[in-house]
């Protein structure tokens, strides 16, 4: 399969060396450990932390798997970390990492997802993304990717603005998802979000429909994280200087925030050509293209600015 595939372009060395600007002020922030950001959800004995801190591991075994989330949540913004998910045989098990509303009102939440399927020894893991408004998911893209994400740490990033939602891997936009002009039910833009991740066994339908156990004489399996960046409007710290009802001003285009001006709100050349080599290359599953599930296709995929 690798072998099939086009060189891949120069990654878009502008796009790097913007987001290095831009994202200054979060890589700079004086290292805070990874607990200032987070607190564990579950079984805080399966989390791990490395001495300095700056790395968790999280761990899966036939018990149970965990999963962290951020302390604040978020109403637009740039949200990356890098990751390195479990090797050794992890067909089954997923790790997912992705941004959710508030869970108390999950049947209405937005949400972003990343999430990782694991696969047996040598055979590719798969990423799956989607976007859900008010409850309403179905958008499934996926992908496989062009390095083994268990080998080392890679970063997965969403930019998020009124404008686009962009999924990134190593700084590629891997997907695009435009608001359009009208008013309309596909783009999450009500709703700040938390955070999340987590590792668990999904051995039900992750491994083409269940078709693959995980195999627990494997176990734990275990996907490290560090390098948390969220470049983005906090939603607490704002709430503080106003009404918790209103949105909080930084997630107004008030020309503060580089995630939310112009150039942030559409790819630029160089992102448009790798999202297209991406589309050519690397797209295992677009729902926009599922004529079963969507005899015509939803309103979103016609705004897309790439094609393969
Ligand atoms: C879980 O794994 C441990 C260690 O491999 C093993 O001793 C135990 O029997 C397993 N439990 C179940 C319920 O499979
Ligand atoms: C695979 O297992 C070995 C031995 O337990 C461990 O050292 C290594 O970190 C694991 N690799 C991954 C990618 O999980
Ligand atoms: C795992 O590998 C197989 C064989 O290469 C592939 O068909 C499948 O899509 C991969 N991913 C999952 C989640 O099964």
Redesign the pocket.
């Known amino acids: ?1 690798m072998g099939s595939r086009d060189q891949r372009p120069l990654v878009t060395t502008v796009m790097i060396v913007a987001a290095a600007v831009f994202c200054f002020r979060g890589a700079s922030a004086a290292d805070p450990s990874f607990g200032d950001n987070f607190e564990i959800t579950g079984a805080e004995d399966h989390v791990k932390t490395s001495a300095d801190g700056q790395t968790w591991f999280l761990y899966l075994d036939n018990k149970t798997g965990v999963g962290f989330q951020t302390k604040e949540k978020y109403l637009f913004g740039w949200f990356s970390m890098n990751l390195k998910l479990a090797g050794n045989d992890s ?1 089954g098990v997923v790790t997912a990492y992705y941004m959710c509303s508030d869970v108390d009102a999950a049947p209405e939440r937005d949400e972003l997802d990343f999430e990782f ?4 020894t040598g ?4 990423i799956q993304t989607n976007v859900y408004r008010s409850g309403v998911g179905g958008r499934e893209m996926r992908h496989s990717l062009w390095f083994d994400p268990t080998a080392d740490f890679h970063s997965y990033s969403i930019l998020w603005n009124p404008k686009q939602i962009v999924f990134f891997v190593d700084k590629v936009p891997i997907r695009e998802y435009r608001n359009s002009d009208k008013p309309n039910k596909f783009f999450p833009i009500m709703k700040p979000m938390y955070v999340f991740s987590s590792i668990w066994n999904a051995d039900d339908w ?3 429909g269940g ?2 156990k995980t195999d627990w004489t494997k176990a734990p399996f275990i996907s490290s994280y560090r390098d948390f960046t969220a470049d983005a409007c906090s939603w607490g710290t704002a709430a503080a200087a106003s009404p918790a009802t209103s949105p909080p001003s930084c997630a107004a285009a008030t020309g503060n925030s580089w995630w939310d001006q112009p150039p942030a709100w559409a790819l630029d050349d160089a992102q448009r050509e790798d999202s297209a080599w991406v589309a050519r290359n690397l797209v ?1 599953y677009d729902y926009c293209d599922d004529r079963v599930r969507y005899p015509s296709p939803s309103e979103e995929c016609a705004l897309r600015t790439t094609s393969s």
């Open positions: 399969m067909a399927l694991g696969n047996r055979e590719p893991y798969i992750a491994t083409r078709l693959e295992i």
